[in-house]
């Protein structure tokens, strides 16, 4: 593409042709695992309906409706298309997030159990295919990223993390960790900074002050 004067990456629509919607909706309440097996389906569904329109999803709204009127709603973003499974497994994890932790409540109870289950395409991008490498193998990049997933299914969300460089007073606060498929958090303190420590940082910050003393050129 840059050979040809194009754009790095195609155009992305600001919106979809239509409403890609999809929703799944329990009676009586349901709870975590079957709430999870029907977003499998759902997100089944919403990828043929995406293929129909020549779309992918890189950013997916999942909004869950608990019987007490709790509305639980998150963005999970990734760089290519999230499978079937892979919308499966972050469905399980918000519940996850939010399941009650009160003495002696079921492990799998989620604050009444769910109502209803909605997954809406938040960000899409012309489905261009995924190109090998001219070798004919994968990249490290989407090899990387399906052993997060891997990972992440086995330790939870926040069992894979990468680190993202905000602002702060010293080297240690300018580093935070945002499990893999999540977005940098929007509130991200802003200076001044007074005291701050200048450039270049130190390779090494220990998670305690070491002791240090000062002594005179006499001893003292």
Do not use: M
């Not at 399980?92 to 009444?112: K, Y």
């Amino acid at each position: 593409r840059l050979a040809r004067g194009e754009p790095p990456r195609p155009v992305a629509p600001s919106a979809a042709s239509a409403d890609l919607t999809v929703r799944a909706d329990f009676d009586p309440p349901a709870q975590a695992e079957e709430v999870a097996f029907a977003a499998k389906r759902l997100a089944a569904e919403l990828h043929a309906s995406l293929a129909g329109h020549g779309r992918d999803c890189v950013r997916l709204a999942v909004e869950i409706g608990l019987a007490d009127g709790h509305v639980l709603q998150r963005l999970w973003r990734h760089d290519g298309a999230l499978s079937a499974l892979a919308v499966a497994e972050r469905v399980r994890w918000q519940l996850s997030a939010w399941r009650t932790d009160a003495p002696g409540a079921d492990e799998d109870a989620v604050w009444g159990g769910v109502v209803w289950l909605e997954l809406a395409p938040d960000q899409l991008v012309p489905a261009v295919g995924a190109q090998d490498a001219l070798w004919g193998h994968a990249g490290v990049d989407e090899r990387v990223s399906r052993a997060a997933d891997r990972v992440q299914a086995l330790l939870g969300h926040g069992g894979v993390t990468r680190p993202v460089l905000v602002d702060g007073r010293g080297p240690g606060e300018q580093v935070i960790k945002v499990p893999v498929g999540d977005l940098p958090p929007r509130e991200i303190p802003d200076g001044p900074w007074p005291g701050r420590v200048p450039a270049p940082a130190p390779a090494v910050v220990p998670p305690e002050p070491p002791p240090a003393s000062v002594t005179a050129p006499d001893g003292t």
